[in-house]
């Protein structure tokens, strides 16, 4: 079973950076897509950034030039950099996984338990 745990969240100031970590994708047996969405108070959840098994990525407008995901396949392991932070970039942010844990298996997709970002001063 796949568990997508984050960490790495927390309050920052305007200006500020922070970096987000999602472990857990050692369970599946291929990864078709995976990144972060966010969800604000009253809104519903937004895709942040993501990367696709075809080796593109693609970021929410809102946020590219200021974040940036990367991943490290040895440690099985993904990233979320922040800068720039803004205090419309608060929000509870998701890790997401898509993609089969066995050879055969359906695609699914996972996601964590979320992590809070706060931007204030």
């Known amino acids: 079973q796949v568990q997508l745990v984050e960490s790495g969240g927390g309050l920052v100031q305007p200006g500020g950076s922070l970096r987000l970590s999602c472990s857990g994708f050692?369970?599946?047996?291929?990864?078709?897509?995976a990144g972060w969405y966010r969800q604000a108070p009253g809104k519903q959840r937004d895709l942040v950034a993501i990367?696709?098994?075809?080796?593109?990525?693609t970021y929410a407008d809102s946020v590219k030039g200021r974040f940036i995901t990367s991943r490290d396949e040895a440690k099985n392991t993904v990233y979320l950099e922040m800068n720039s932070l803004e205090p419309e970039d608060t929000a509870v942010y998701f890790c997401?996984?898509?993609?089969?844990?066995?050879?055969?298996?359906?695609?699914?997709?996972?996601w964590g338990q979320g992590t809070q970002v706060t931007v204030s001063s």
């Open positions: 050692e369970r599946f047996f291929i990864i078709y897509t």
């Open positions: 997401y996984g898509n993609g089969r844990t066995t050879y055969r298996g359906q695609v699914s997709d996972y």
């Open positions: 990367y696709s098994s075809d080796g593109t990525t």
